[in-house]
T-cell receptor, first 114, second 113 residues
């Protein structure tokens, strides 16, 4: 069975500060890992994905994530938060690599303050 | 705009009723996925169709069914609705393949009263 755990349902950062959203995965086979963002009243948008190529993955809007097998982690970071980053972020795992049966974490709501 | 279209955007219906949610995938995408997002269950995979055939099944209730038509659009049918079925239902589509991205629609918000 595969799963992801997102630590912290709410994270608040100041504008310009580092964003760090945590995700740990559990998978019996090499996983494909994804980060999605959901803006209010919107669908899910893919930020980035890890598919066993480079362990440091760069995504859209300045986000990146590093796959660490030893820590079973795939944390999402952004050096400098912007007000427009306020949204809910979901980590997801899928062992098939075909984007089917994504197993999502519970989500982390990011608040950005002035 | 992801290119995935879901209708209707909002739906309010009474318990015991049946509703149909519709999804048009991105042009060229053969796979369609349905997900349910609720406050208590979070985001859950329901079912996947690929080129008209059921490919994978998740936590989909027996009261729910789906199909994908020859033009690749998909419908999710929810029957004998209960209050707990109130949720946001997402459709996503992708090109079948390794490491492919699923593009999500904006969802249909179902409220059962």
């Amino acid at each position: 069975a595969q799963s992801v755990t997102q630590l912290g349902s709410h994270v608040s950062v100041s504008e310009g500060a580092l964003v760090l959203l945590r995700c740990n995965y559990s998978s019996s086979v090499p996983p494909y890992l994804f980060w999605y963002v959901q803006y209010p009243n919107q669908g899910l948008q893919l930020l980035l994905k890890y598919t066993s190529a480079a362990t440091l993955v760069k995504g859209i809007n300045g986000f990146e994530a590093e796959f660490k097998k030893s820590e079973t982690s795939f944390h999402l970071t952004k050096p400098s938060a912007h007000m427009s980053d306020a949204a809910e972020y979901f980590c997801a795992v899928d062992h098939t690599g075909t984007a089917s049966k994504l197993t999502f974490g519970t989500g982390t709501r990011l608040q950005v303050t002035l | 705009d992801s290119g995935v279209t879901q209708t209707p955007k909002h739906l309010i219906t009474a318990t015991g009723q049946r509703v149909t949610l519709r999804c048009s995938p991105r042009s060229g995408d053969l796979s369609v996925y349905w997900y349910q997002q609720s406050l208590d269950q979070g985001l859950q995979f329901l079912i996947q169709y690929y080129n008209g055939e059921e490919r994978a099944k998740g936590n989909i209730l027996e009261r729910f069914s789906a199909q994908q038509f020859p033009d690749l659009h998909s419908e999710l049918n929810l029957s004998s609705l209960e209050l707990g079925d109130s949720a946001l239902y997402f459709c996503a589509s992708s090109v079948q393949g390794s490491g492919t991205e699923a593009f999500f629609g904006q969802g249909t918000r179902l409220t059962v009263v």
